[in-house]
């Protein structure tokens, strides 16, 4: 069966953007005199909103009202520095380049804010043609709920099965098997090989490279076919 289109998640599996976010949520610690945290604990806690990374990051149990000013506080600090330090995996910009080239219909989901998201494609992904572009949004469910990826597949007129969701975390992967699609995880990311597969992952890429040998091998079609 071919291939008609491919879901993308955005943070660990075509942006390395844990050192910005790691910046903003130390400021705002900063700000109201909590400790900090190392980078690598919020690429372990990344993937399942922003509201969720605070609640991580904040020492205690602090109240939700509480919580959601800080969230507030937080956009704020990182949208307005979400490109400083964030950059494309290796390989990515190639392969973005030949699945327009082969005029390839590819969309992004993620958990992501949707204001960040939008802020962090203009400045690093919209040279390429991505048919659509979807981070958190209030009244909108996160993934692993399958709504926006079968969403997305409707607007596309694309049968579930015939879409790959490609991710770096168990989050995606749930996403993509819950949706109906073929789950593909990749190893470049935040998330552990281990977690991926436990996950369902179908099929586990470890570079770029191997991504675009697999997409061949799976007949991926042009939207003209």
């Given amino acids: 069966m071919s291939i008609k289109a491919i879901i993308f998640d955005l943070d660990g599996t ?14 705002l610690l900063v700000n109201h005199n909590f400790p900090v945290h190392d980078p690598s604990c919020y690429a372990e806690w ?7 990374l605070i609640r991580r990051a904040v020492p205690g149990n602090a ?10 506080e937080y956009l704020g600090i990182h949208i307005r520095n979400c490109t400083n330090k964030t950059r494309l995996y290796e390989g990515i910009d190639q392969l973005l380049s030949d699945l327009n080239e082969q005029n390839i ?5 993620t958990n992501k804010p949707h204001s960040l998201t939008l802020k962090v494609f203009d400045h690093y992904l919209s040279q390429w043609k991505f048919d659509f572009v979807l981070g958190q949004m209030p009244g909108y469910p996160k993934k692993p709920d399958p709504a926006r990826a079968i969403e997305i597949a409707e607007k596309l007129n694309c049968k579930p099965r015939e879409m790959l969701f490609i991710g770096d975390s168990d989050t995606d992967i749930k996403t993509g098997i819950t949706a109906g699609m073929i789950p593909v995880g990749v190893t470049w990311g935040y998330d552990t090989e281990f977690s991926i597969v436990d996950a369902g992952a179908k099929y586990l ?4 490279k191997d991504l675009m040998i697999f997409l061949k091998s799976k007949n991926v079609c042009n939207r003209k076919q």
């Fill in 205 to 208: 890429m470890n570079n770029t």
């Fill in 14 to 27: 075509l942006i390395d953007s844990i050192p910005d976010i790691a910046d903003a949520a130390n400021q």
């Fill in 46 to 52: 990344i993937g399942n909103g922003a509201l969720k």
């Fill in 63 to 72: 109240n939700e009202a509480f919580l959601r000013e800080l969230l507030d």
């Fill in 105 to 109: 219909s590819i969309s992004i989901l």
